[in-house]
Structure formats: structure tokens, C-alpha cells
Nanobody, 119 residues
Framework: QVQLMESGGGLMQPGGSLRLSCAAS????????MGWYRQAPGKQRELVAD???????NFADSAKERFTISRDNAKNTVYLRMNSLDPEDPAVYYC?????????????WGQGTQVPVSS
């Protein structure tokens, strides 16, 4: 059973940085596509960034130049480093895993980690 556990969320300071972590079990992050999504109140969940098994990365326009996605294969963990945080970034951030076996597609989600704005 694939399980994803996010951590690292916390109060967001405009202009500041945060690093989110997603520890996976039941699957090797190096062999599949791992992604970060976010959902702000009243909005649809949207892709922030993902990384394929080959190491190719893809970013939403809002994340380009500010966010990086990486993985530590030894720790079976994927990270999202967020810099230059702005008022559009507060949301619940979700880790996602996508893989296929034969012709079947699978996906798994973490519980989400909150990134609220610091008051």
C-alpha cells in the first residue's frame, strides 16, 4: 500500500521560504512521477510541480523561478523548496504519486500540509 506523508508546512512569511517534504512508503519515488499540488480556499486543486522517474521537472507558471522540486532516493522522499513566497501561495499542499502497471494507471495522495499566511 502506497502512503505519502507530508511535512514542513507552517506559517508563510511573504518573501520568505519554506521546504515541504513528502516521505513515501510502499513505492520508490525514483521509479515514478511525484508531484506537489495545492488547493487554496474556494479554488480547485492545481499542480505546482512534478518530477518524473527520469528526473525531468515541470512547474506551474506561478512556481517557475521560485520553487524547486527534488528527491532523495535514499530517504525515499520528495521535497518542494519554495522561495520568495507571495500572497498567492497560501494553500493546503498535497503530495501526489502517479505510476502505471501494465495498462492501469494509479495515483495516491497524501493528507496535505497547511501553508497559511502569517498574521
Amino acid at each position: 500500500q502506497v502512503q505519502l506523508m507530508e511535512s514542513g508546512g507552517g506559517l508563510m512569511q511573504p518573501g520568505g521560504s519554506l521546504r515541504l517534504s513528502c516521505a513515501a512508503s510502499g513505492i520508490m519515488v525514483s521509479t515514478i512521477t511525484m508531484g506537489w499540488y495545492r488547493q487554496a480556499p474556494g479554488k480547485q486543486r492545481e499542480l505546482v510541480a512534478d518530477i518524473t522517474s527520469g528526473g525531468n521537472t515541470n512547474f506551474a507558471d506561478s512556481a517557475k523561478e521560485r520553487f524547486t522540486i527534488s528527491r532523495d532516493n535514499a530517504k525515499n522522499t520528495v521535497y518542494l523548496r519554495m522561495n520568495s513566497l507571495d500572497p498567492e501561495d497560501p494553500a493546503v499542499y498535497y503530495c501526489n504519486a502517479k505510476w502505471s502497471m501494465s495498462i492501469r494507471q494509479f495515483t495516491s495522495w497524501g493528507q496535505g500540509t497547511q501553508v497559511p499566511v502569517s498574521s
